[in-house]
């Protein structure tokens, strides 16, 4: 009931390509869904963040797609670049915790 | 956003012992957690620090081996005691001001313990 389940575990995609993880979670109690970003010996920095009430949103090169009936949730990154390597978390947060997916190392190849 | 600041941010023990951790934030925050990062893992809750009052702890997680503080609404401490090998990890803070609003994390303390 508590889980969130992401997908892939690594990534490799090339300069300029599109990026696509995906996330899966059971509670339907879950009101925020938001994405982190984390580099080696930082804390994740949240990236984007969407609600159940919206099907998708865009910041930039970052976009949520977000199917509620199939409790399932998605970050597009377009126009990858190497700077964009990282591993990325999704979570999904019952009354203001989070719980996070097992996350996406993603490598984008210059 | 806020500012987070954790001290230390990394830190070598010896087994047996304790190390308190800092999380300073440079604003008044409603909420206040404690997550643990195990190498090349996830993030776990470990609890929620709750100003005035006892934490709130989640499964498998208790005070006895983390005690936590929060004092006030711009400070807390999570503290690992008896230490053992097992809980080399990366413990960091986050706050937030509400259910279903942004929260942010600190830049972590990375635990090893010999």
């Known amino acids: 009931q508590q889980q969130v389940k992401q997908s892939p575990q690594s990534l490799i995609v090339q300069k300029g390509g599109i990026s696509i993880i995906n996330c899966a979670y059971e509670?339907?109690?879950?009101?925020?869904f938001p994405w982190y970003q984390q580099f080696p010996g930082k804390g994740p920095a949240l990236l984007i963040a969407?609600?159940?009430?919206?099907s998708e949103k865009k910041e930039g090169r970052f976009t949520i797609s977000f199917n509620k009936s199939a409790k399932q949730f998605s970050l597009h990154i377009m126009d990858s670049q190497p700077g964009d390597s990282a591993t990325y978390f999704c979570a999904a947060s019952p009354g203001g915790k989070l719980i996070f997916g097992q996350g996406t190392e993603l490598s984008v190849k210059p | 956003s806020a500012v987070i600041s954790q001290k230390p941010s990394r830190d070598i023990c010896q087994r047996g012992t304790s190390l308190t951790i800092q999380c300073q934030v440079d604003?008044?925050?409603?909420?206040m957690f404690w997550y643990r990062q195990q190498p090349g893992q996830s993030l776990t809750l470990i609890a929620t620090?709750?100003?005035?009052?006892?934490?709130t702890y989640e499964s498998g997680f208790v005070i006895d081996k983390f005690p936590i503080s929060r004092p006030n609404l711009t400070f807390s401490t999570l503290t690992v005691s008896n230490m053992s090998p097992e809980d080399s990890s990366i413990y960091l803070c986050s706050v937030g001001w509400g259910a279903g609003e942004k929260l942010f994390f600190g830049s972590g303390t990375q635990l090893s313990v010999l």
């Open positions: 604003s008044q925050v409603t909420m």
């Open positions: 509670n339907t109690a879950f009101d925020y």
């Open positions: 620090a709750n100003q005035g009052s006892e934490a």
């Open positions: 969407i609600r159940p009430d919206v």
